[in-house]
């Protein structure tokens, strides 16, 4: 679950483009430790798994169908995307 509130972001380094799905990765200075790998991270209002994690950049795969109904198949190096993670027990609403 995400609360909608955007404080963090992320920019666009690398793409990979297969024949039915996509890699991004983003680099942020939002702090990501190998235990979230597998986890969600709400992308420009879309949820995303987190496939790896190195340092300052995280990776994504999108699928087919996730680039069909978002507007990640028009994204480029260098796009600044908005990034939340998701609510942990006792974190605040506002």
Do not use: Q, R, W
């Not at 420009?44 to 496939?51: E, R, S, V």
Request: hydrophobic residues 35%; aromatic residues 8%.
């Amino acid at each position: 679950m995400f609360n909608g509130i955007i404080y963090n972001s992320g920019s666009v380094k690398k793409i990979s483009v297969g024949k039915n799905s996509a890699e991004i990765v983003l680099k942020t200075n939002l702090p990501f430790s190998k235990s979230e790998l597998g986890s969600s991270l709400c992308c420009d209002g879309t949820c995303l798994t987190i496939t790896k994690i190195h340092k300052n950049l995280i990776s994504f795969y999108l699928s087919k169908e996730t680039l069909s109904k978002t507007n990640f198949k028009f994204i480029k190096i260098g796009n600044n995307i908005n990034i939340e993670k998701s609510l942990s027990y006792g974190n605040k609403i506002s």
